[in-house]
């Protein structure tokens, strides 16, 4: 970007685009309203061939996605495949309001609609739910992938869904289905596929998996197991190893038991276990050109290894005319354990110790252990009135420790030792909440749904180590740092010895009890378009933060230390509406959503030296979505998906643990962007097949084009961390038949290869003559460049 070009003009240009976009969007809608008119009659529209219904439960009940009143994307198994979803990352170039950080495999920091969880590590839950099998699989920290082998369908619910999905959901939902033993279908069935794939400046990734189904009694009772292993070389390379640092593998099998007693009664068991371990994250070396792809500064590559089991049984019966009983037990376990470089710490601290290696690694584990039950109850009267109730139930207990290590620190702390930091922690989670949701039919075009849950969850978490470097910075009369040297060595505190002596205590409860409300009204405005509009509120409970972050940014004061010792629980309100509309006897699709968010106490990343959460400004986030497809004929189809926010904070706020109020590690002025919140994304593509020869074979083809506005990778906005813009281009092309197909495929086909994440020293953050805050790059994580493969799949 040219250094001349100013803040207030990419607003300005942001400001235009959306404005711009509005208008199409609203053109878009009224477009097809005027060409009604001259519409075909239904024996043509008949003769093309419909776009696929996709049905969802996203109200725990079979629906068209275009026949319910909120903002839904659903997914079904061929357009998983056909468009090549892996994982979180395909899937945000998919959805529209979806967006994505990450820095490795199982590291993804999303957002929907604006709405981002800080990301420091130290939240006590996600702002999202996320469920495999409509299991929570939702925790603490980054959201991790789920094998897209072997899935039937994924939907993505947006904005905060407290009363179907509970607390966790101030965001919205990630559901993931997997494919289910068909009792009515062939004894033997079953499908296996590969893919090889070259990724440009790197090694080569490959996947193969398999998919089988035996039917053991014809219509009640089948079997499905599937398996799969991926092996990624990276493309990051490390020239004091001479290879590539951020190779990833996994491995992992599920199977599925499905036993049909009668009509009325049938019951799920399933099982699903997958072994990972990553390189080092997508780091190149910091003010690099990202395209380099090289990051020279750690001297040795580390490990993360990311493991998890899940366990599942699902009873359901409708032996009740007028009411469907569902039973869902969960049991999920994961497992990490890491030991990578730290840049963060290993540039950070050098200018607290300018004359030792002040090289660092983060080594660590953590635990997860949740048992979940639930149970629903779904209404089938006659009349006007239904209702979906439950009951839900959750235990999630979790254990960690982290240790920084600096081998040259040792030669500067008292009683020397190459441990900067220990903490040991361990967190208990327990939550009893119950819902229910009405829908009432005034007429038969108009609808009220009304709902609410009561949560009561505790969270409690014990402190059983923390000992760190007293890490609060020294100045002179003039504010000028004074670095700690081996005649100024630094000394340790003990956080636990701290809480004691101040009568506090090392053992922490949060009380969340509340009604969580949401309203809704749904109006047909014909039988094929919708109007609607909701009122949701969701809250996420606090939790214990980083010890050595509250005493950087104490300054010694016990009261400031406390005080950013913890943070309290955030809230969301959210206020929506749309159009959902089919034409063409629904080959033409135009969905519209406008919505309004108010983040309340927002939990954010704080930086005082080292990483915190603490409840920071309200947020303001206005947006717009836009959908349509279009079925142009038989073979080919089309979509256009258009995302436009604009987030900002209302207030600023400082923490300073400098003298005299000087400018401190963190300042965040009102009128800031969230974190990684574009305020444009554009999507397009098509997917494409026509019988060939004799019409047993196909061919076919898809692709897609994904714009990503700038943005910033911090909520300082620090000029430093600014974004560029992303664009990316996948194409798919090859030939089918009932058994096999074989494609050639590759992605980000531009090879636009830019910094995803950029981390900054903000100890020596400055103002500069234009009025931007700015810090020194020493952090930046790249998105994957071009790779292109070939895939095969064979069903037998």
Known sequence: MNAKFRRGDYIMIRHSLRAGLLGTAATAMCAPALAFQDAP??????????????TVTARFREESVQNIGASIAGLSETQIREQGIYDIEDLARTVAGLENVRSR??????????????????ETSSVFSVFLDDVSVTGAGSIRDFSSVDLNRIEVIRGPQPTLFG????????????????LDGPTFEGVASGRYETITDGGFAHSVDNALSVILVPGRLGIRVSGFHRQDDGFIDNPSEGSDVNDFQSYGGRAVLLARFSDDLELRLSAFVTRDEAGEATQVDPGSDPRDLTYSASPLS?????????????????????????????????RTSSALFSAGNSFGLAPFFPTVDTTTYNTGSGNTRQWSQE??????????????????????ESSSGQFLTCVGCAAVTTPQSESLASR????????????????????????????????????????????????????????????????????????????????????FRFDLEEFLPRVGIEFDLSDSILLYANYARGVRNGG?????????????????????????????????????????????????????????DTQIQVNTPAN??????????????????????????????????????????????????????????????????????????????????????????????????ERYSNVQNYRSARLNTLEYLNLRAGFSNDVWSIDLYGANLLNDVEAISIGSNALQQFITPEGELDAPIIATSVNRPRSVGISVRLRY
Do not use: C
Request: aromatic share 12%; no cysteine; net charge negative.
């Open 41 to 54: 009659d239904e024996e043509a529209v008949a003769t093309s061939q419909a776009r696929e219904v996709i």
């Open 105 to 122: 495999p199982n590291a993804n920091n999303i957002a929907i609609r604006g709405v981002r969880t800080a990301g420091s590590g130290y």
């Open 167 to 182: 607390e966790g959901a101030v965001g919205g939902v990630i559901r993931y289905f997997t494919n289910d033993p068909d």
């Open 302 to 334: 580390g490990t993360y290894i990311d493991d998890f089991d899940l366990y599942s049984a699902r009873v359901s019966y409708s032996g009740l005319d007028w009411l469907d009983i569902t039973s869902i037990t969960g049991y999920y376990n994961r």
């Open 375 to 396: 149970f629903r109850f779904v209404s089938n009267l006659d009349g006007p009135l239904n209702f979906t109730s439950g009951l839900y139930y959750r235990d999630r």
């Open 424 to 507: 040991l922690s361990t967190t208990h989670t327990e939550q009893y909440s119950a819902f229910v949701e009405l829908t009432y039919e005034l007429t038969d075009r108009l609808r009220l749904i009304g709902g609410v849950r009561y949560v009561n969850d505790t969270v409690t978490s014990a402190l059983q180590l923390d000992n760190t470097v007293n890490l609060v910075p020294q100045f002179d009369g003039s504010g000028n740092l004074i670095p700690w040297t081996q005649a100024n060595p630094i000394g340790f505190v003990s956080t636990l010895d701290v809480l004691r002596g101040a009568g506090v205590g090392t053992e």
């Open 544 to 600: 214990i933060g980083n010890a050595l972050a509250a005493l950087g940014a104490s300054g010694g004061n016990q009261d400031v230390f406390l005080a950013n010792l913890s943070f309290d629980a955030d809230e969301v309100i959210s206020i929506d509406g749309g159009v959902k509309a089919s034409w063409f006897g629904g080959n033409l699709v135009t969905n519209l959503g406008v919505f309004h968010t108010t983040y309340n």
């Open 612 to 709: 915190n959460t603490v409840n920071g400004p309200q947020q303001t986030i206005l947006g717009l979505e836009f959908e349509t497809t279009l079925q142009v004929n038989s073979d080919l189809s089309t979509f256009f998906n258009a995302s436009v926010i604009d987030a900002e904070f209302q207030e600023g706020m400082l923490i300073t643990s400098a003298p005299g109020g000087v400018v401190g590690p963190f300042d965040l002025r009102k009128g800031n962007s969230p974190s990684n919140i574009p305020g444009l994304t554009l999507t397009a593509g098509y997917s494409y097949s026509r019988p060939v020869g004799g019409g047993e074979w196909s061919f076919n083809s898809s692709g897609s084009f994904q714009f990503i506005d």
